[in-house]
């Protein structure tokens, strides 16, 4: 498929006025009439108004009421352009299109006998045929008409001005959406739907109408989202001065739903996995997500909506915007909830979030910077834009935007969003339009910083430290290089502005004053700019030799390479102050110790766990001062996936053989160590959705899985009490995951158990498939997993067509169980080469998304890659692929 290129931005020759929407909505047939009214853009150059439609009949066409002049009119490869004289002129377009035949999820389709759309990015043109582009800024008007007994309910953006019956069964309603936006923001649902329904007030003292629509028996799942709602929106006022501008704002759940969720204006769509919780269904990690996932789409009001994207290279502009405006949120909420507890357990589980969403930026990201599909956060060129709602638009966005924060100061990163909402209010924008507000508002050049947005790969920062005592002067000097590896299409990088928050810790533990040249104001955590390939910076009047403590709060998304010995990395496990800083050394010391066994394993060498490393672990494992949550993040060891990726040679089966052993060791070794805090963190009282509670039932948990892997008889007890007796799922599946992660041959009985008891409940049975998709083989006579995988996909509780169930049994085996995906025999990868064909006749965005799965596969063994490499070509080779996969496949093989 050609590229598009960024460079290639032509403003509109036209611009839309108005669209009058008319929907006849039919299963099988449904009829869409639509009104432009075009105007002349003088800004731009004379150019034909070029409409885009894909997979819709037009019926008919008139400009101005006639059928236009056949020369004026050209059906092209992905539309119509049509030749239009004078100032303005109005189109009427009817089309029909068959919404039982969309399997796509993109545009309009049905779910479970409901109507829903899907836009963002390009699905509009699905519809109708439209100038279907972010720059493309409309006020809509929108009139749906349906059966009234199937679809009761109808929604779409705005505010209801007018609804009714029709003949015939039918019924109608009229939306009309005050504000002008992009096509790619337009929704309508048509369904049988019940709402929860909160008013209040906006800090101006406005009333407002929310709901929250779900299928009729959900309601008693829908009250955290709308908590969340009211929180964020409580939040945005407080934090930005950002309040809701329509008088309703209504979330849907959908359980057919390509991703998380739409920012659609004033009618936010959700996948039903981002709204619907009670405590004996959903996991405090499920209580979390909804709480963040709503925030986010509702932050998009303002981050998307009102400002949105000129074109769709700018999406990190919204995207990284508004996952560091969520991140912030979740933060806050936590931090606020965690405050009962003292400022000590606020400051926790604030550093437990940031711990959560570094882990992902690892994982996730830092794999796609150093693999084929590495892109800037702002592209230069795509394929297929929704191959690039990616980690680095979205992840690394929100760092870039989380470092400029960093840079300027809350005050001073609040003063640019003011201007950039007050010069840009009702616009579509680039990134230079945003970097370029919070420099004026903070008198600060940002060019170098700009240079974030154009380079892709994961850059390295290097530290080294020199402490001269002799000369008595007592200065260590820090020595920072920065080097950014070549990254497909991209041979070349500058140096970037890196803020590294530096401290050093004396030789008793505690934190020194730190005295930088001239600057005396002796804090004990000091930001410093990196602008250069490599800079030194001195720290006087430091009476012993310090270790530093770099990148604090993870200040940049860089790879620190510290030269630290194991005994340093233990000194800063038991007393770097920075919480980030101390989970991070506890996982450097684990990932050293992985590795080491992971080579031993390759060598046929026997594995031994080094005392050093139990000892270390166990000391924080039991030091009590520290909250159970951090505990828990400290103590589990780091993702495979991201394990893999810091191997030179990626190979999976010693590397589970590792992982394994390691989990065996500290299982058995400190089993009573685990027992204890077993006991000790029990949470009476009924389910409440509370970090702290949360952290007591993550660190249980987290010791059941050590005891079960270690195989603990009084560990595997405690699972088994605790699966038989749960009242919430967050207790419930994480005994039932400790089980079957375990050789106990109850595990079966167990996972029938549960089945038995949630085989009607689509998303919890999706963690039942997930944890059989992702489970290591600790008992060595069980078979591959993907023989239980391919089982699964039989059961009456799985469907190849609804994305959950694809990305929790085949996504999780892909994705989250590499040691049995890349079994020797490569069955693995012949398995994905048939699921992704056959996702791709039905759905390319859930096929592409599984396709990336194998993305990396250049890093991996020869033996991998040869067969690796048969299976893509395999791919590559069929006849209709979608441009999706299509590009996937292509840079994979480049
Ligand atoms: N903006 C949507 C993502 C749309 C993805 C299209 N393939 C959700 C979000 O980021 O909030
Ligand atoms: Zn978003």
């Keep these: ?236 006022e407080e934090t930005f001065g950002l309040e809701l501008d329509l008088d309703r704002f209504m979330i849907v759940a959908v359980s057919d739903f390509n991703m998380g969720a739409m920012e659609n204006k004033g009618l936010n769509i959700f996948n039903s996995k981002y709204v619907l919780a009670k405590p004996d269904t959903a996991t405090d990690v499920d209580y979390e997500n909804i709480e963040s996932v709503v925030a986010h789409e509702y932050f998009h009001n303002w981050t998307g909506n009102r400002v949105t994207c000129r074109d769709w290279f700018q999406l990190t502009l919204k995207e990284g915007l508004t996952v560091f405006r969520d991140q912030q949120f979740s933060a806050d909420m936590l931090g606020r909830m965690a405050e009962a507890g003292g400022e000590a357990a606020a400051a926790s589980a604030r550093a437990v979030k940031r711990i959560d969403d570094v882990r992902v930026l690892r994982t996730a990201q830092f794999a796609e910077d150093a693999g084929p599909m590495a892109h800037p956060i702002r592209p230069d060129s795509y394929q297929e834009i929704n191959n690039f709602y990616t980690a680095t638009v979205y992840e690394k966005g929100a760092e870039v935007i989380r470092m400029l924060h960093t840079l300027l100061g809350a005050e001073g990163f609040r003063n640019g969003m003011d201007l950039y909402f007050s010069y840009h209010d009702g616009q579509a924008v680039t990134c230079d339009d945003f970097v370029d507000c919070m420099a004026e508002a903070n008198g600060r050049d940002l060019d170098q910083f700009m240079r974030w947005y154009g380079q892709a790969g994961t850059p390295r920062v290097t530290a080294q430290g020199r402490y001269d005592a002799e000369s008595r002067s007592y200065t260590l000097t820090l020595t920072l290089t920065q080097h950014t590896p070549p990254t497909p299409g991209q041979p070349e990088k500058l140096p970037l502005v890196i803020p590294v928050a530096v401290g050093l810790i004396g030789p008793d533990g505690t934190d020194l004053p730190l005295r930088l040249q001239a600057d005396n104001h002796g804090a004990t955590t000091k930001l410093v700019e990196l602008t250069e390939a490599e800079q030194s910076f001195q720290f006087t009047d430091l009476d012993f030799e310090p270790v530093p403590s770099l990148l604090r709060g993870f200040s940049a998304p860089v790879i620190l390479e510290l030269d630290e010995d194991d005994a340093r990395l233990a000194f800063r496990m038991a007393h770097d102050s920075d919480a980030f800083n101390r989970w991070d050394a506890a996982q450097r010391y684990a990932e050293r110790v992985v590795l080491a066994l992971a080579a031993d394993a390759a060598a046929g060498r026997p594995l031994a766990v080094p005392d050093a490393f139990v000892s270390a672990f166990r000391a924080l494992l039991t030091n009590d001062a520290l909250d159970p949550a951090f505990r828990a993040q400290a103590a589990a060891l780091p993702a495979e996936a991201y394990l893999l990726e810091r191997m030179a040679v990626a190979d999976p089966a010693p590397l589970r053989a590792a992982l394994m052993a390691l989990m065996r060791e500290l299982g058995g070794a400190l089993s009573d160590e685990w027992l204890t805090l077993y006991r000790k963190h029990e949470v009476s009282g009924p389910y409440r959705y509370h970090p702290a509670d949360a952290g007591r039932r993550a660190l249980r948990n987290l010791a059941l899985k050590y005891l079960a892997a270690a195989g603990v008889g009084e560990g595997l007890e405690r699972a088994h009490a605790q699966f038989e007796r749960f009242d919430n799922m967050t207790e419930g599946f994480g005994a039932l995951a400790a089980l079957v992660n375990s050789a106990s041959p109850a595990r079966e009985a167990a996972l029938d158990a549960f089945h038995r008891r949630y085989r009607d409940d689509a998303l919890v049975l999706d963690k039942w498939f997930a944890l059989q998709a992702g489970a290591w083989r600790w008992d060595a006579e069980a078979a591959p997993v993907l023989e239980r995988v391919r089982m699964l996909m039989d059961d009456p509780g799985f469907s190849i067509e609804n994305p959950n169930k694809v990305y929790a049994l085949l996504g999780s085996f892909f994705r989250a169980n590499p040691a049995e995906f890349h079994l020797p025999d490569g069955s693995g990868y012949v398995f994905w080469a048939d699921q992704v064909r056959a996702l791709d006749r039905r759905n390319p965005q859930v096929a592409s998304r599984v396709a990336r799965a194998l993305e990396s596969w250049r890093r991996f063994t020869p033996e991998i890659r040869d067969r690796v490499g048969v299976q893509l070509e395999r791919v590559r080779s069929v006849t209709g692929l979608s441009p999706d996969v299509a590009e996937i496949i292509d840079k994979a093989l480049q």
């Excluded at 819709?56 to 092209?76: C, F, Y």
């Excluded at 109708?128 to 929604?155: I, K, S």
């Excluded at 779409?156 to 005050?178: F, K, M, V």
């Design 1 to 236: 498929a050609p590229s598009i290129l960024r460079s290639a931005y032509v403003p509109l020759a036209w611009r839309i006025d108005h669209l009058d929407l008319h929907f006849n909505l039919d299963p099988v047939a449904t009829i869409v009439k639509s009104r432009l009214r075009c105007v002349r853009n003088a800004l731009a150059p004379a150019a034909p108004l070029r409409l885009f439609g894909e997979d819709i009949e037009l019926l008919d066409l008139t400009v101005n009421g006639a059928q236009p002049a056949p020369d004026a009119m050209t059906r092209t490869a992905d539309g119509i352009e049509i030749a239009l004289a004078g100032e303005s002129a109005e189109i009427e377009i009817a089309t029909r299109i068959d919404p039982s035949a969309n399997t796509t999820l993109s545009g309009l389709y049905l779910s479970r006998g409901g109507f829903f759309t899907q836009c963002e990015a390009e699905g509009f043109r699905r519809i109708t045929f439209f100038p279907d582009r972010p720059d493309a800024m409309t006020r809509f008007t929108v009139t749906l008409e349906a059966d009234a007994a199937t679809c009761p309910v109808l929604l779409s953006n705005g505010n209801l001005i007018e609804q009714g019956p029709l003949d015939g069964g039918r019924h109608y309603a009229r939306w009309e959406d005050p504000f002008p936006k992009p096509s790619y923001l337009f929704a309508l649902v048509a369904a049988n739907l019940v709402s929860l329904e909160r008013r209040v007030n906006t800090a101006s003292g406005r009333e407002v109408l929310l709901q929250v629509w779900v299928e009729d028996g959900n309601l008693d799942r829908s009250g955290h989202a709308m908590d969340s709602l009211i929180h964020s929106m409580r939040w945005d």
